[in-house]
């Protein structure tokens, strides 16, 4: 069964980084598309990015496609998120999700991600 643990989160200043990474147990993540989501308390979870089986990634927000940027850690069975030039609306809960994909596939926000992480808090602040 595959398990994913989020870790990075916290409080960063306006402008500021944060490296999130999603560790993975139980199964490779070589045959699994990851995907990061967000979600701010009263609001619906949104897609942030994904990386397929392929390698190929894709920016579902406009707002972080020049700021935020997916990556596989193959040897670690991990998926990282660099976030780059914080600001107060990159603030919620960031969860990494997995879907099992067939080798070579690309992802979307559309795939039937069914493995959660718990979700770790980024707080972009002054």
């Known amino acids: 069964q595959l398990q994913l643990v989020e870790s990075g989160g916290g409080l960063v200043q306006p402008g500021g980084s944060l490296r999130l990474s999603c560790a993975a147990s139980?199964?490779?993540?070589?045959?699994?598309?990851i995907g990061w989501f967000r979600q701010v308390p009263g609001k619906e979870r949104e897609g942030v990015s994904c990386?397929?089986?392929?390698?190929?990634?894709?920016s579902f927000l406009d707002s972080a496609k020049d700021r935020f940027t997916i990556s596989r850690d193959n040897a670690k069975n991990s998926v990282s998120l660099q976030m780059n030039s914080l600001n107060a609306e990159d603030t919620a809960v960031y969860y990494c999700?997995?879907?099992?994909?067939?080798?070579?596939?690309?992802?979307?926000?559309?795939?039937?991600?069914?493995?959660w992480g718990q979700g770790t808090q980024v707080t972009v602040s002054s």
């Open positions: 999700a997995a879907v099992w994909s067939a080798l070579g596939r690309s992802c979307g926000s559309t795939d039937p991600y069914n493995y």
């Open positions: 139980g199964a490779s993540l070589d045959y699994y598309a």
């Open positions: 990386i397929g089986t392929s390698g190929a990634s894709t």
